[in-house]
């Protein structure tokens, strides 16, 4: 049982981290297209 729910702790904040990544990234590539736009002008 104490596994099952280490397991399940894990998963939930592997989740989470991997959620967070992927905003930063796509913050990031939104950033430099703006930059990107901006120098255009």
């Not at 950033?31 to 990107?36: D, E, Q, W």
Request: hydrophobic share 50%.
């Amino acid at each position: 049982m104490r596994l099952f729910i280490l397991f399940l702790t894990i998963a939930i904040s592997f989740s989470v981290v991997s959620n967070a990544t992927n905003n930063t990234a796509d913050v990031i590539n939104e950033r430099k297209s703006f930059f990107k736009k901006a120098n255009k002008i």
